[in-house]
């Protein structure tokens, strides 16, 4: 069995005036993030995290901020287009295991429907993506609620007739 795992890591500024969607989930709050794309910070750690297993470099690379294709995309269409890469080079994933780092909006009764997004979106169980909710105990810039950032560990496996 060739298994390998990745590591992502995302941050984004919470502003007025801009839609909060962690998860591919639309979740009611005073503020937003900041970003060339609609800004979801869990997204973008999972992209990251299954680029980097699949040695694909990052998000960064794929779906710069200098281009307009990206301008107030939806992360779902770049965790999408993550997963097609990660297929046509030969993998499939195993699980994902997440954390995000918010003072608020409280995040737990919101999880399950993050889970349930993301699975539908990478076409896998919802039981092989995990979720978990934090704070900073007011500590650093997630503490003053100036920003939310999300850490995601992946398992990839090959697939054995694309070796």
Not at 2 to 26: C, S
Not at 84 to 113: V, W
Not at 114 to 136: E, F, H, P, W
């Amino acid at each position: 069995m060739n298994i390998r795992v990745g590591f992502g890591y995302d941050v984004h500024q919470l502003v007025e005036g801009r839609k909060l969607f962690l998860g591919g989930v639309n979740i009611e709050h005073s503020m937003g993030l900041l970003g060339h794309s609609d800004a979801d910070v869990l997204i973008h750690a999972i992209c990251d995290a299954l680029l980097g297993a699949a040695n694909l470099r990052d998000i960064g690379y794929h779906f710069p901020d200098s281009d307009e294709r990206y301008h107030n995309i939806d992360s779902k269409v770049l965790l999408r287009e993550t997963v097609a890469l990660l297929f046509d080079k030969g993998y499939a994933i195993g699980n994902i295991d997440a954390t995000i780092c918010a003072e608020q909006p409280k995040l737990n009764p919101h999880i399950p429907s993050m889970q349930q997004t993301l699975a539908d979106v990478m076409g896998i169980d919802n039981d092989c993506v995990s979720i978990k909710a934090t704070t900073t105990e007011k500590l650093g810039f997630t503490g003053r609620k100036e920003g939310i950032s999300a850490y995601a560990t992946v398992l990839i496996e090959k697939i054995p007739e694309k070796k």
